[in-house]
T-cell receptor
Framework: NAGVMQNPRHLVRRRGQEARLRCSPM?????VYWYRQLPEEGLKFMVY????????ESGMPKERFSAEFPKEGPSILRIQQVVRGDSAAYFC??????????FGQGTRLTVV | TQLLEQSPQFLSIQEGENLTVYCNSSSVFSSLQWYRQEPGEGPVLLVTVVTGGEVKKLKRLTFQFGDARKDSSLHITAAQPGDTGLYLC?????????FGTGTSLTVIP
């Protein structure tokens, strides 16, 4: 059973471009969480999704950030018009029912 | 905001020693997870505890959930260099996991 798959592992974007981060949850998991980790800081919650629904986006910046988890395919975290402050490691986690989550290896976004 | 404080923040010990890491909060959690994270990698789930007072053992690691489900501890017996890493506790409540500040453990051969 494959783990949580995130791609790409590393992503470089110029300021103003769009970044798309993908997350394929573990088989049978319908709950997905996105977290951001800044250098020397802890993991910060961004958004919690179930299939086709955003359950809690209280940690997501109001502008430029969006997330989706379609009926088919991976969950996508989209960052529009990236700025240098968006540089971070973005982690996705999946859970079969909430309360026990398995993390992917993350996508390291660098904005130049 | 639910805060989880871990102590100590940094720990450097000799191979073979025992150690305990603490995770404390004023909030009640429905479950608590312990993860280990290596540089450049994602957190790897070690254990989930759900019931107040629950104790789980994973080889040389012993995890305990406080009776009130507000705190937890991780005890490592006879630490080995392979135990080196960042240990994170994460409490689950509502719709998210709240992560602790982390304990960076170095085990010296």
């Amino acid at each position: 059973n494959a783990g949580v798959m995130q791609n790409p592992r590393h992503l470089v974007r110029r300021r103003g471009q769009e970044a798309r981060l993908r997350c394929s949850p573990m088989k049978g998991h319908s709950h997905v969480y996105w977290y951001r980790q800044l250098p020397e800081e802890g993991l910060k919650f961004m958004v919690y999704l179930q299939k086709e629904n955003i359950i809690d986006e209280s940690g997501m910046p109001k502008e430029r950030f969006s997330a989706e988890f379609p009926k088919e395919g991976p969950s996508i975290l989209r960052i529009q018009q990236v700025v240098r402050g968006d540089s971070a490691a973005y982690f996705c986690a999946s859970s079969p029912s909430g309360g026990r989550a398995f993390f992917g290896q993350g996508t390291r976004l660098t904005v130049v | 905001t639910q805060l989880l404080e871990q102590s100590p923040q940094f720990l450097s010990i000799q191979e073979g020693e025992n150690l305990t890491v603490y995770c404390n909060s004023s909030s009640v959690f429905s479950s608590l997870q312990w993860y280990r994270q290596e540089p450049g990698e994602g957190p790897v789930l070690l254990v989930t505890v759900v019931t107040g007072g629950e104790v789980k053992k994973l080889k040389r690691l012993t995890f305990q959930f406080g009776d009130a489900r507000k705190d937890s501890s991780l005890h490592i017996t006879a630490a080995q260099p392979g135990d080196t890493g960042l240990y994170l506790c994460a409490g689950y409540t509502g719709n998210q996991f709240y992560f602790g500040t982390g304990t960076s453990l170095t085990v010296i051969p």
